[in-house]
């Protein structure tokens, strides 16, 4: 159990266009699911968390009229990278929390951008 | 100074070796603990928890100390498979159950 799924695993885009990042918690409800972003040889860093039904998060420095995200459902939140550019190029990966109260968070399998 | 220090290595171990991964935290409030395992350009999977009376998986021991918010990994006997990076990673004690990692510690097991 407690698998999460991202959709598409990459994505090639040209600089200036949008592009959206699916996460979907297959057998479980979430609803509290986490974005990250990751850079070659770093840390995972938190971009923002998203509940379901309520605006989301951002941590300091992540623009959110940039990185639109939508929590709609209990199974599904969705990170949008609107106009693009190279140096949105990453790794995004995102997890949920389980509905049990548990601090224990299922990461997905990622979702490699690369802008050209 | 960071929330998650940890020592970037590479540790580089032959196979059978012990090798122990240390890592501090800032934050006094932090709640829970975790070491996870990144392999390359694959998300974290989670390794263990670390509680303090410390625990062991298998091969795997961790430790919590408190008082010093110091935490650490021990890998006994490592494995070719053990290669990877691993996250020590802690979650505040607030309502919003975030994540904080370490930049991660790299282990190379060679034959």
């Known amino acids: 159990g407690a698998v999460v799924s991202q959709h598409p695993s990459w994505v090639i885009c040209k600089s200036g266009t949008s592009v959206k990042i699916e996460c979907r918690s297959l057998d479980f409800q979430a609803t509290t699911m986490f974005w990250y972003r990751q850079f070659p040889k770093q840390s995972l860093m938190l971009m923002a968390t998203s509940n379901e039904g309520s605006k989301a998060t951002y941590e300091q420095g992540v623009e959110k009229d940039k990185f639109l995200i939508n929590h709609a459902s209990l199974t599904l939140s969705t990170l949008t990278v609107t106009s693009a550019h190279p140096e949105d190029s990453s790794f995004y990966i995102c997890?949920?929390?389980?509905?049990?109260?548990?601090?224990?968070?299922?990461f997905g399998p990622g979702t490699r951008l690369t802008v050209t | 100074r960071k929330e998650v220090e940890q020592d970037p290595g590479p540790f580089n171990v032959p196979e059978g070796a012990t090798v122990a991964f240390n890592c501090t935290y800032s934050?006094?409030?932090?709640?829970?603990f975790f070491w996870y395992r990144q392999d390359c350009r694959k998300e974290p999977k989670l390794l263990m928890s670390v509680y303090s009376s410390g625990n062991e998986d298998g091969r795997f021991t961790a430790q919590l100390n408190r008082a010093s918010q110091y935490i650490s990994l021990l890998i006994r006997d490592s494995k070719l498979s053990d290669s990877a990076t691993y996250l020590c990673?802690?979650?505040?004690?607030?309502?919003?159950?975030?994540?904080?990692f370490g930049s991660g510690t790299r282990l190379l097991v060679r034959p």
């Open positions: 990673v802690v979650n505040i004690a607030d309502s919003s159950y975030k994540l904080i």
């Open positions: 997890s949920a929390r389980a509905n049990r109260g548990s601090n224990e968070q299922y």
């Open positions: 934050n006094s409030a932090s709640q829970s």
